[in-house]
DNA sequence: CAATAACATCTAACATGTTACACACCAACT
DNA sequence: AGTTGGTGTGTAACATGTTAGATGTTATTG
């Protein structure tokens, strides 16, 4: 009857209510951008309900977000399928990424604290040891830590998420080509431009070397394309 | 029993189903971007859903996805609010917009045809005429337009959408701020400064319009937060 | 009288039942 | 044989019932 005033008297902060929809959510998405569901596998939300112990609600809801996040594809009444690869959607992706990326960049290289570039260095030290030892998994999840250090450093609040966001597809991409085994240090390279070019705030820089290493990618993903054509749309 | 093939068989192209979520998260974005439902007000589902004649279940999966996009804020277990301005977030969705937009306007002033600069100038002509009658409505539906006419000429599948998602707490502001008339004539300046930096190519220009133009939208949200404390956040 | 604990209330989260529709399959017809 | 139309099946979309928890209020206790 009485509506409780609007939201003024809670917790302001963002309560990190984790659900059941969230923890699906995660679940899933994992397993999608590290392939362990493939692009074009179908989803079966009462099967994936059953093997989580939950109800299809939240599974529904967390599909739903992943749709939104174009990781997954629903037909209506027809099914639920991982998203499979589409060269003008990783485009699409691989623009808003620089985009975002440089701005963010730039803005570091101007406010970056030596604790910070310092912080940077760290993840680099740590990436090449796990370049040397080609594992992979650690390798992907400091480069995934080192975008997040860099989108913090730019000290907008959000801003992490939203980026995360829009990499998601790339982030997959980069998981299948895997093997194409020379991509490691060349990825290490493109860090090592970037952490430089913030350290001598010289961002224009690191742009240049992006663009280049998303040329090589895009040549790899065709490769991929020949191999694996089950993966790719249209 | 049998899965259906993947996918690989029916309509590849996107299906535009509209369903009665999509038509409910239509409805209640396009009532809080125009500011029909003011921020930290709350937003009964069950009332919504009454409302509109539905369930409470396509409510809930518009609201969620809208609470993706920033523009509600859910409460677990306690309710659901508009969501109030949040000036930190604010400045990140103008990062982010600055971002995408320079870039894409560097793409499209890179393969911009003269038909292209043509529908531009003539968005602009209806958006002077607009401006001149005062019509705020029409103004900025042709704002809108623009925006997505400069994100199809980059020539990147499923970037207006991105950029219109990533712009909706930007929109929401400016309907707010609609009442401090000058600024339609600095945004319709701005957008001639953005056409012009198209037309010759050098999109640097119109950048450096863009960051006076942020920084102006800046002080007014201060002096509508004196004015209109309850709409914001933090 | 202040602090606190029990309670009532309201909501999102979750569970489950129902419906409509897209597609595949097969039969009938040309 | 290729095309068309009817039918069955499985799924997402939708509806609705139930649960858990957050908050405001009131009672209780020191």
Not at 123 to 149: P, S
Request: charged share 30%.
């Amino acid at each position: 009857m009485q509506l409780r005033s609007p939201s003024r008297n809670f917790k302001e902060q963002k309560i990190v209510s984790v659900t059941r929809k969230d923890q699906v959510y995660t679940i899933l998405r994992q397993a999608i951008i590290s392939s362990q569901l493939s692009p074009g596998e179908t989803i079966r939300k009462e099967l994936v309900a059953a093997q989580l112990g939950v109800s299809r609600t939240p599974v529904s809801d967390a599909i739903n977000r992943l749709a939104d996040e174009g990781l997954v594809e629903i037909y209506p009444q027809t099914g639920t399928f991982v998203a499979r690869l589409w060269l003008d959607k990783i485009e699409t992706a691989q623009f808003v990424r620089v985009a975002l990326e440089t701005a963010a960049i730039r803005r570091t290289a101007e406010r970056a604290t030596p604790e910070t570039i310092a912080r940077f260095r760290q993840n680099l030290e740590r990436q090449r040891k796990a370049a040397d030892k080609q594992d992979f998994e650690q390798f992907y999840e400091l480069d995934e830590a080192l975008h997040d250090l860099i989108c913090d450093a730019a000290g907008l609040v959000g801003l992490r998420e939203i980026a995360s966001k829009e990499r998601s597809q790339i982030d997959r991409v980069r998981r299948l080509l895997l093997h194409y085994e020379t991509r490691m240090i060349e990825t290490l390279a493109e860090h090592e431009a970037i952490i430089s070019a913030i350290a001598d705030r010289d961002p224009g820089k690191a742009a240049k070397t992006m663009e280049a290493h998303i040329a090589q990618m895009g040549k790899m993903l065709l490769h991929l394309r020949d191999k694996r054509p089950e993966l790719f749309g249209s």
